[in-house]
């Protein structure tokens, strides 16, 4: 009997990280982390992220909002990705430098100064933004150059998902 190996999807897991009143950052060096998110005992060979977020008042477009990943091989505890990043779900503030050791998971353009609406952030690959290899330990860096500050009230707070993916032999 031949063995088929089919895809495995876990329940969502929310993602913490508070957007509330994020505030703009022209250089997106500004932003805020997520908390650090550990695959050492799921293992799982890839996670899709998606998420949700509120536009403040009058955002200044064109603008965007972009959502980063970190990875490492260690807990971010025992060490510090870039200059700021250290797992908590927290405000931050890198440097260009750090900025560039971070994946770009996605991009979500602003072409409309629309206030407290409402965007999507389509599903990405983790293991897409590190060459296929799902990471021991990860998260988010969030951030935005809108001018205002993303909406003020628990809008914004946890909006951020992902799914991790198995593959089961059958």
């Known amino acids: ?11 969502n897991t929310a993602i913490t990280m508070d957007m509330t ?13 997520s908390a650090e ?7 799982y060979l890839d996670a899709l992220v998606r998420g949700r977020f509120v536009v403040g008042t009058t955002p ?12 490492s091989d260690a807990t971010i505890g025992t060490l510090t990705i870039g200059t700021a990043l250290d797992g908590t779900a927290s405000a931050e503030t890198l440097t260009t430098t750090s900025l560039g050791t971070l994946r770009l998971g996605a991009v979500v353009g602003i072409l409309v100064n629309t206030s407290d ?27 935005h150059n809108m001018t205002a500050a993303l909406k003020t009230d628990a809008g914004n707070t946890d909006k951020f998902a992902f799914v991790g993916i198995t593959y089961t032999d059958t």
């Open 37 to 43: 998110i550990d695959n050492t005992t799921n293992k």
């Open 21 to 33: 009143a994020l505030a703009s950052s022209a250089t997106f060096v500004a932003g805020v982390e």
């Open 60 to 71: 200044t477009v064109p603008c965007e909002l972009r959502v980063y990943v970190w990875g």
């Open 1 to 11: 009997m031949a063995t088929i190996t089919t895809i495995t999807y876990s329940s």
């Open 117 to 143: 609406t409402t965007y999507d952030v389509l599903p990405f690959s983790v293991a897409q933004c590190f060459g296929g290899i799902m990471p021991k330990f990860w998260g988010l860096y969030v951030t």
